[in-house]
């Protein structure tokens, strides 16, 4: 039997992380039977125990490439020489993401790029001037059927022409693991993984995990130095780290995620708790990042409301929630340090100085909706964007960070929430408006 391998790597190793038992080491027979189980493999028991019990460099590098920052290579040796003792023909094919990533690095043909950034700069300015209709948040979407560039788009919003902080998030299902850009597996985890009991779970889940990617965003711009010779310099410098190669080996970007998730499960402790000393917020490595959190408790009252309220979905007409509080303290953080870099280059602010770009979104679609409102994940994602894009919306000169959901379902309204309903209602409230799609990502 012949396996190609590389294909098989990332997934292989996130299966047998989410098929872990505990958070301890997995000892040497899990991991290999779960090899086996996740590549199909009829292994003879007997010898697999022998292979247990004997000493082997593959099965440490195995081991060893199951932690955060594991070796993706040295797994892969590993693997193979695993596979190759059991009697199996392993066909090398690392080669194979190389060959598509090298799409990504030829010269880009036509001028939709040019035309999404405008398409960004018209909307901004509409988002801070319009109050009828006002516009839910600072997102919108690339729509288009698959294998017609809207990946190759997004890229190249983060080259030198453009002058954007880009940051790339792949969120495709992990048993597409053949194909390029690769899974971005925190991410993905975070937004599309195992859904939140109640919609404020989610709800809160998006909310830490934007404030984290500010703060970090916020730090790395900062402590590296990026901000030194001006915007030009400064998107250069990140760009030429994190977003000129989505490949799995960019162990710059696998870092980068890597601090994300860190101060992900800090920030939404602290949510869920309101402690600062039980989320583990110290600032000892934060440089006075986290100063800004501070201990929250809540009243049995106050307790008992929000349990009643646990199944309803609208933020707004409540007091304002932690989560809320957090994202919008770390955007306004970050927009701070993007202010000087604006204007240090008299450039329209209109124009988008910062992108998340969420590629394969239609993977956030796929879930349940929440209660009778039917609230879906989309919705409680858009909510979280629009809870910290709306403050000082008709603020003059701010830097405009736009999010960018691309994919190929053409119901984009799934974007947008429910416009609220209650009983006693004369009027129904309209919907806030959103913004109509992308869609000529085949170059202009």
């Not at 090398?92 to 939709?112: C, K, L, N, Q, V």
């Not at 409680?380 to 008709?394: E, T, W």
């Amino acid at each position: 039997m012949s396996i190609l391998l590389n294909s098989f790597v990332l997934a292989c190793c996130e299966y047998i992380r989410s098929t872990q038992p505990d958070e301890s080491s997995p000892d040497a027979r899990y991991v290999l039977q779960r090899c086996c189980d996740y590549l199909h493999l009829e292994v003879n028991l007997k010898r697999l125990d022998e292979m247990v019990i004997t000493p082997s460099n593959n099965l440490d590098l195995l081991k060893e490439g199951l932690t955060p920052d594991g070796s993706v290579n040295a797994f892969c040796d590993a693997l193979t020489g695993f596979l190759t003792d059991l009697g199996y023909t392993v066909l090398e094919d690392r080669r194979h993401e190389e060959m598509e990533s090298m799409s990504f690095t030829t010269p880009y043909i036509g001028r939709a790029d040019y035309s999404l950034v405008q398409y960004l700069t018209d909307l901004n300015l509409k988002f801070r001037n319009y109050l009828q209709p006002r516009y839910s948040g600072k997102y919108c979407s690339v729509v288009q059927n698959s294998g017609t560039g809207k990946s190759r788009l997004l890229a190249e919003l983060g080259t030198d022409k453009h002058e954007i902080f880009l940051i790339y998030i792949n969120l495709r299902d992990v048993a597409d693991f053949a194909k390029f850009p690769p899974r971005d597996s925190f991410p993905a985890n975070v937004l599309c993984g195992v859904e939140a009991v109640t919609p404020r779970d989610y709800f809160k889940q998006c909310a830490a995990f934007f404030a984290a990617l500010f703060t970090v965003v916020k730090r790395t711009i900062v402590k590296g130095n990026h901000g030194c010779g001006g915007l030009q310099q400064a998107t250069l410098r990140w760009n030429e780290k994190y977003s000129r190669s989505f490949s799995s080996n960019n162990m710059e970007r696998c870092i980068f995620f890597q601090d994300v998730e860190a101060l992900y499960k800090k920030l939404y402790t602290y949510i869920t708790t309101g402690r600062r000393d039980v989320a583990n917020l110290t600032d000892s490595d934060d440089d006075g990042d986290l100063l800004q959190f501070k201990d929250h408790s809540l009243s049995s009252g106050a307790k008992r409301a929000s349990k009643k309220d646990e199944d309803k979905m609208d933020a707004d007409k409540e007091k304002p929630l932690l989560a809320q509080e957090v994202v919008r303290e770390a955007y306004f953080k970050l927009l701070e340090v993007l202010e000087e870099l604006v204007n240090s280059n008299a450039r329209d602010t209109d124009r988008p100085i910062m992108v998340i770009a969420i590629d394969e979104a239609q993977a956030i679609d796929e879930a349940h909706p929440y209660g009778p409102e039917f609230w879906s994940r989309t919705h409680l994602l858009c909510r979280a964007i629009r809870s910290y894009s709306q403050r000082r919306q008709f603020v003059p000169n701010l830097p405009a960070i736009w999010t960018i959901f691309a994919t190929n379902d053409a119901i984009v309204n799934y974007y947008v929430p429910p416009a609220p309903f209650h009983r006693s209602q004369r009027i129904i409230e309209t919907e806030e408006a959103f913004f109509p799609p992308f869609t000529p990502t085949a170059g202009m």
